[in-house]
């Protein structure tokens, strides 16, 4: 077992007292900041998020929110700067560089929004598929078999022979998905993946990554923009400056229709939830902020079975609330 899983590391914390113990992937107050001379940018400020294995999770936030971080993140390809990170059983903070070579060739498939980042131009979908096959060492009957599943599994087995610019922007991000595959990682990452698309392409994508999700049964994390993709999943976790501010869980709502694998659909209802991390925060969209001039100080009350927020008295009001307070 190498370096970098909790194992050969010796952790000792019971898991039952950790919090996401139960989880595959768990972000446990992480930070991350960059420096570029005297300047820092904290581009994650203690991001808590966990994630149940098998599950396929949207990340949404608006630019530099630091979503595509997190991802980095989770890849191995960068380094917290604080807080615990764990993925399955590796822990991401303690990793030598060695051992993050094998995370990502053995735990993780990641598939960028631009395809040329995802697949060798001078190489057809099939011999795509089958690279990271061949840096790994297996054998050509393998990889011939692997590569033909994947892409028959995805919808592109048609164009197995054909090289990249001969297939469609859905098409080539689908084999992305296939390339992402070859290895059988246990977790996803798709950065915007539908960034580039029409709304059917985007479509056919994202089809494609449920059914890696539910045929495969590997964990994914999905950022994007895309309010067509979002809206089609379970649960989106929205970021908003470098901290996780708001989930919306989704849940099946009537009987819907059959298609033709048999497979139920009906509508995805949703409904939205701040999230609290444990030492208390919860961000307050700015719609409500500005709705009820919420600055700096509010007030809170614990009423029977909610708490409410009130803006600060100001003035005259807040020596009358103040004398109030001290009277009860």
């Known amino acids: 077992m190498t370096g970098g899983t909790l194992e050969a590391l010796g952790a000792r914390t019971p898991r039952a007292a950790e919090y996401g113990a139960d989880a595959f992937v768990v972000c446990d107050n992480v930070v991350r900041i960059y420096r570029a001379g005297s300047v820092?940018?904290?581009?994650?400020?203690?991001?808590?998020?966990?994630?149940?294995?098998?599950?396929?999770?949207?990340?949404?936030?608006?630019?530099?929110?630091?979503?595509?971080?997190?991802?980095?993140?989770?890849?191995?390809?960068d380094v917290p700067t604080a807080g615990r990170l764990r993925v399955g059983p590796w822990d991401l903070m303690a990793m030598s560089a060695a051992d993050r070579v094998v995370y990502r060739r053995t735990m993780v498939g990641f598939v960028w929004q631009r395809a040329s980042l995802n697949l060798v131009g001078y190489l057809t979908a099939r011999q795509n598929v089958a690279l990271p096959l061949a840096l790994a060492g297996r054998s050509r009957r393998w990889r011939a078999a692997r590569a033909a599943e994947l892409l028959e599994l995805l919808g592109v087995a048609d164009g197995a022979d054909r090289l990249p610019r001969e297939l469609s922007g859905g098409e080539q991000q689908r084999v992305s998905i296939a390339v992402a595959l070859a290895a059988a990682p246990r977790l996803v990452l798709a950065d915007e993946p539908t960034g580039e698309l029409d709304t059917a392409s985007s479509q056919e994508v994202f089809d494609a990554l449920h059914t890696v999700?539910?045929?495969?049964?590997?964990?994914?994390?999905?950022?994007?923009?895309?309010?067509?993709?979002?809206?089609?999943?379970?649960?989106?976790?929205?970021?908003?400056?470098?901290?996780?501010?708001s989930e919306v869980l989704r849940r099946m709502v009537g009987r819907g229709h059959a298609d033709g694998s048999g497979t139920a659909h009906g509508e995805l209802a949703g409904e939205e939830y701040a999230v609290m991390d444990r030492a208390g925060r919860v961000q307050?969209?700015?719609?409500?902020?500005?709705?009820?001039?919420?600055?700096?100080?509010?007030?809170?009350?614990?009423?029977?079975?909610?708490?409410?927020?009130?803006?600060?008295?100001?003035?005259?009001?807040?020596?009358?609330?103040?004398?109030?307070?001290?009277?009860?």
Do not use: C, M, W, Y
């Open 40 to 77: 820092e940018v904290q581009a994650l400020q203690g991001v808590d998020l966990v994630v149940d294995e098998g599950e396929l999770v949207a990340v949404v936030g608006a630019s530099g929110s630091g979503k595509s971080t997190l991802l980095a993140l989770l890849s191995g390809l």
């Open 213 to 245: 999700n539910r045929e495969t049964g590997a964990t994914v994390v999905v950022v994007t923009h895309d309010p067509l993709v979002s809206g089609q999943v379970a649960r989106t976790v929205a970021i908003r400056d470098g901290r996780t501010s």
């Open 284 to 328: 307050v969209p700015r719609e409500f902020r500005e709705a009820l001039a919420l600055t700096r100080r509010v007030r809170l009350a614990l009423e029977a079975d909610h708490v409410s927020v009130r803006p600060a008295p100001t003035g005259r009001s807040a020596g009358r609330h103040a004398a109030q307070d001290e009277a009860r």
